[in-house]
Protein backbone atom coordinates (compact mmCIF):
# COMPACT_ATOMS: atom_id res chain seq x y z
CA UNK A 1 0.00 0.00 0.00
CA UNK A 2 2.64 2.50 0.88
CA UNK A 3 4.36 1.81 -2.48
CA UNK A 4 1.45 2.31 -4.22
CA UNK A 5 0.91 5.76 -2.36
CA UNK A 6 4.27 6.64 -2.95
CA UNK A 7 3.72 6.03 -6.61
CA UNK A 8 1.00 8.02 -7.08
CA UNK A 9 2.43 10.95 -5.61
CA UNK A 10 5.55 10.58 -7.95
CA UNK A 11 3.49 10.67 -10.69
CA UNK A 12 1.39 13.57 -9.93
CA UNK A 13 4.18 15.31 -9.24
CA UNK A 14 6.10 14.60 -12.89
CA UNK A 15 2.32 15.33 -14.09
CA UNK A 16 2.48 18.93 -12.29
CA UNK A 17 6.28 19.25 -13.72
CA UNK A 18 5.50 18.56 -17.33
CA UNK A 19 2.41 21.20 -16.53
CA UNK A 20 4.26 23.87 -15.79
CA UNK A 21 6.97 23.84 -18.47
CA UNK A 22 4.31 23.19 -21.17
CA UNK A 23 1.80 25.78 -20.32
CA UNK A 24 5.32 28.55 -19.33
CA UNK A 25 2.79 30.67 -17.25
CA UNK A 26 4.02 34.13 -16.81
CA UNK A 27 2.83 36.89 -14.39
CA UNK A 28 0.63 38.87 -15.76
CA UNK A 29 -0.91 41.37 -12.98
CA UNK A 30 -2.03 42.06 -9.67
CA UNK A 31 -5.53 43.26 -8.89
CA UNK A 32 -5.92 45.20 -6.02
CA UNK A 33 -9.34 46.65 -4.26
CA UNK A 34 -9.10 50.35 -2.83
CA UNK A 35 -11.23 52.28 -1.38
CA UNK A 36 -10.32 55.76 -3.51
CA UNK A 37 -8.64 54.77 -6.79
CA UNK A 38 -7.45 58.51 -6.87
CA UNK A 39 -5.73 58.69 -3.85
CA UNK A 40 -4.40 55.08 -4.25
CA UNK A 41 -3.58 55.99 -8.10
CA UNK A 42 -1.48 58.99 -6.70
CA UNK A 43 0.83 57.12 -4.40
CA UNK A 44 1.47 54.49 -7.49
CA UNK A 45 2.49 57.14 -9.74
CA UNK A 46 4.12 59.64 -7.66
CA UNK A 47 5.80 57.65 -5.05
CA UNK A 48 6.80 54.40 -6.69
CA UNK A 49 6.95 56.06 -9.90
CA UNK A 50 4.76 53.43 -11.90
CA UNK A 51 3.18 54.73 -15.47
CA UNK A 52 -0.43 54.72 -15.79
CA UNK A 53 -1.74 52.96 -18.67
CA UNK A 54 -5.19 52.60 -20.33
CA UNK A 55 -7.29 50.43 -18.52
CA UNK A 56 -9.30 49.10 -21.43
CA UNK A 57 -12.53 51.23 -21.50
CA UNK A 58 -13.44 49.76 -17.82
CA UNK A 59 -14.51 52.61 -15.93
CA UNK A 60 -12.80 55.73 -13.98
CA UNK A 61 -13.18 53.34 -10.82
CA UNK A 62 -10.38 50.65 -12.51
CA UNK A 63 -7.10 52.21 -13.06
CA UNK A 64 -4.13 50.35 -14.36
CA UNK A 65 -0.33 51.12 -13.69
CA UNK A 66 2.65 49.39 -15.74
CA UNK A 67 5.75 48.01 -14.42
CA UNK A 68 8.59 45.82 -16.17
CA UNK A 69 8.54 42.94 -18.14
CA UNK A 70 4.63 43.52 -18.95
CA UNK A 71 3.34 42.89 -15.47
CA UNK A 72 0.55 45.62 -14.10
CA UNK A 73 -1.57 46.56 -11.36
CA UNK A 74 -4.73 46.90 -11.60
CA UNK A 75 -6.42 49.36 -9.04
CA UNK A 76 -10.35 48.92 -8.18
CA UNK A 77 -11.96 51.27 -6.43
CA UNK A 78 -14.32 49.07 -3.85
CA UNK A 79 -15.84 49.61 -0.26
CA UNK A 80 -15.12 46.42 0.09
CA UNK A 81 -13.07 45.63 3.36
CA UNK A 82 -9.62 43.56 2.99
CA UNK A 83 -7.42 42.51 5.62
CA UNK A 84 -3.76 43.19 5.52
CA UNK A 85 -0.83 40.94 6.27
CA UNK A 86 2.60 41.75 5.77
CA UNK A 87 3.16 38.04 4.95
CA UNK A 88 0.71 38.88 2.20
CA UNK A 89 2.29 41.50 0.13
CA UNK A 90 3.60 41.71 -2.98
CA UNK A 91 7.66 42.31 -4.12
CA UNK A 92 9.22 45.04 -6.50
CA UNK A 93 12.92 45.41 -6.84
CA UNK A 94 15.35 48.26 -7.69
CA UNK A 95 18.97 48.84 -8.13
CA UNK A 96 19.14 51.69 -5.94
CA UNK A 97 17.54 50.70 -2.87
CA UNK A 98 19.33 53.43 -1.04
CA UNK A 99 18.55 56.23 -2.84
CA UNK A 100 14.55 55.02 -2.91
CA UNK A 101 14.63 55.14 0.97
CA UNK A 102 16.30 58.84 1.27
CA UNK A 103 13.37 59.59 -1.43
CA UNK A 104 10.82 57.79 1.07
CA UNK A 105 11.81 59.63 4.10
CA UNK A 106 12.05 63.01 2.18
CA UNK A 107 8.53 62.42 1.25
CA UNK A 108 7.33 61.27 4.50
CA UNK A 109 6.49 57.63 3.62
CA UNK A 110 7.08 55.16 6.58
CA UNK A 111 8.89 52.15 5.49
CA UNK A 112 10.23 49.07 7.84
CA UNK A 113 12.56 45.89 8.03
CA UNK A 114 10.82 42.92 8.41
CA UNK A 115 10.80 42.79 12.15
CA UNK A 116 8.99 45.73 12.28
CA UNK A 117 12.18 48.52 12.67
CA UNK A 118 11.29 51.74 11.23
CA UNK A 119 13.11 53.61 8.47
CA UNK A 120 15.80 50.47 7.95
CA UNK A 121 16.24 47.43 5.97
CA UNK A 122 16.77 43.90 6.82
CA UNK A 123 18.90 41.54 4.64
CA UNK A 124 17.36 38.14 3.98
CA UNK A 125 19.83 34.79 4.37
CA UNK A 126 20.19 35.07 0.11
CA UNK A 127 21.80 38.48 0.98
CA UNK A 128 19.02 40.65 -0.22
CA UNK A 129 18.50 43.99 1.51
CA UNK A 130 14.58 44.42 1.86
CA UNK A 131 12.06 46.90 3.13
CA UNK A 132 7.97 47.50 3.58
CA UNK A 133 5.99 49.77 3.27
CA UNK A 134 1.96 50.15 3.01
CA UNK A 135 0.05 52.07 -0.02
CA UNK A 136 -2.78 54.05 1.22
CA UNK A 137 -4.99 51.23 1.79
CA UNK A 138 -3.06 49.33 3.58
CA UNK A 139 -1.14 46.77 1.36
CA UNK A 140 2.07 45.63 2.07
CA UNK A 141 4.58 46.11 -0.22
CA UNK A 142 8.12 44.85 -0.19
CA UNK A 143 11.11 46.60 -2.39
CA UNK A 144 14.08 45.07 -2.36
CA UNK A 145 17.74 45.07 -4.05
CA UNK A 146 17.57 42.01 -5.80
CA UNK A 147 18.22 42.12 -9.55
CA UNK A 148 17.68 38.88 -11.60
Do not use: C
Request: glycine content about 8%; overall charge negative; charged content about 25%.
Amino acid sequence: MRFLFLSIITILMTNLSNAQNKFDLRKDHDAILVQDVDRSAKFYEEILGLKEIPNGGLGDHIRWFALGDNVQIHLIESTDETEKHKGVHFALNTADLKGLMEFLNSANIAFENWPGEKGVTNTRPDGIKQIYLQDPDGYWIEINDSRF
